[in-house]
């Protein structure tokens, strides 16, 4: 905060107001310690670049400046309202105004919408601070209206009600019953970031039970699978988790949520976690050919509680790399050229030291793989 309230005075310093705002607010009446602090100035984002000496233009078109301050970064972002989001990515045009009041009025829920001076007064029109203390996620002013403007608005409703431990406030909830439709506008690059959140709630299972209950689920691709028992859901800290254990209680693969543009990583991970946890009983194998995170997945989703890291560190060998014999070393030893043998040899001997039958060390592999070698050829 220290840093953020630095910008505020530079900026008031030079005869313009400036607020913290946003989440940041949010979660400091709340007590959390906000990671990241925005800054709503009336200053234009030229003025917020002559005053300050490292800026970058983040977000420019929309009135954003990053301003890099003792080692922080701080979102400083002129007051505006939104035009229309014909894209639904972002609005098709930002109009500049005066009033902070003017600036809040353009957020999306009442708890979102407060403004904190430097003097750590608060500002506050649309009645944030108590529904803070009601625990309510209400929308600033006409839900309906709200969520035509933005649908996206309707997932960050039930994703905060997670991420907060908050209840969605009736009126605002009956409204996102009404406009679910609405979300199939939104590009799925912003729901998918929406879900990845949910998954990382602290109360997973209260988002999915209103994603449910707002029926906006069935506006979603693949809609149908996030109704489960999410009760069983405790984890924390990996989006894929989230997706994965969707999958595996469903008994589907990657493909079915395809929709969602995962990244080839992210599919590479849950295919595998599911591969893993799919498999009846672990070996050393098993520990070897999956990563960590692949196997701290599956044992999270087939209910297995076991100590990866503790056993990874108990293998002969972590990766083929560590192997102390090449492929060249064995064409030496055989007098064969290299061919299809050559892979399906170095695996075997990979599973030998794997599996603890065979010490890596190249005098005992190479006698080992000769006696081996000439027996089945
Ligand atoms: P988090 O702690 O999860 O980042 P946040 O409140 O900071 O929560 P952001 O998505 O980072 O959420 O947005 C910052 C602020 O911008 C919000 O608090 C809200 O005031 C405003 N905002 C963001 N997205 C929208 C939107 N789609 N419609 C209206 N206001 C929005
Ligand atoms: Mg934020």
Redesign the pocket.
Known sequence: MKTAVKAIRTLEDAGYEAYM????V??FLLGKQ??DW?VATNATPEKVKELFNRTVDTGIEHGTVLVLLDGEGIEVTTFRT?GLYTDKRRPDSVEFVQSLEEDLK????TI??MAMAEDLHIIDPFGGKEDLKKRLIKAVGNPDSRFQE?A??ML?AIR?SG?LDFEIDEETLASIRKQAPLIQSIAVERIKTEID?IFFNKNTSRSMAYLVRSGLNGYLPSGEMFNLDWSLYKEEGDHLKGWSFMLYQHEKEVEQIREYKFSNEEKRLMSKALEAARIDEWNAWTFYAFSARELAIASFLSKQSIDIPAVKSQLPIQSRKELAVSGNDLMQWSGDKQGPWLKKWVEEIERQIVFGLLQNNKEQIKEWFLHEYHRQT
Request: aromatic content about 8%.
């Open positions: 705002v946003g989440g940041a949010r979660d906000p990671d925005d939104d353009r957020r999306d829920f979102n919408a933005d996206l608005r960050r905060f991420q959140k």
